[in-house]
């Protein structure tokens, strides 16, 4: 049974920073597809991060240079380190595993999700 377990989210402030952890058990992280996206109140979800099998990273046009998608093999955990937050970064955001397209794959493994709140 596939498990993605988010944590790391709650309040900052603007130009702060979070750390989000996806814990992955009943899959290998290094050898599939991984992807952080998010999903704002009356928003549709998307993908704001990806690392695939091969450790190749994307990002989405709106958070390069602030985000960085990382994993740890040794724990099956992936991060997203979020910098600089904006309160548009206020979302929802999900964990997931598979394909990780741009739009978001019903067929994909779905953490529950954790909240993050940027405040200005």
């Known amino acids: 049974q596939v498990q993605l377990v988010e944590s790391g989210g709650g309040l900052v402030q603007a130009g702060g920073s979070l750390r989000l952890s996806c814990a992955a058990s009943?899959?290998?992280?290094?050898?599939?597809?991984m992807g952080w996206y998010r999903q704002a109140p009356g928003k549709q979800r998307e993908l704001v991060a990806r690392?695939?099998?091969?450790?190749?990273?994307n990002y989405a046009d709106s958070v390069k240079g602030r985000f960085t998608i990382s994993r740890d093999n040794a724990k099956n955990i992936v991060y997203l380190q979020i910098n600089s937050l904006k309160p548009e970064d206020t979302a929802i955001y999900y964990c997931?595993?598979?394909?990780?397209?741009?739009?978001?794959?019903?067929?994909?493994?779905w953490g529950q999700g954790t909240q993050v709140t940027v405040s200005s």
């Open positions: 997931s595993a598979g394909q990780v397209t741009y739009v978001p794959s019903s067929s994909d493994y």
């Open positions: 009943g899959i290998t992280t290094r050898r599939n597809n």
């Open positions: 690392i695939s099998s091969g450790a190749i990273t």
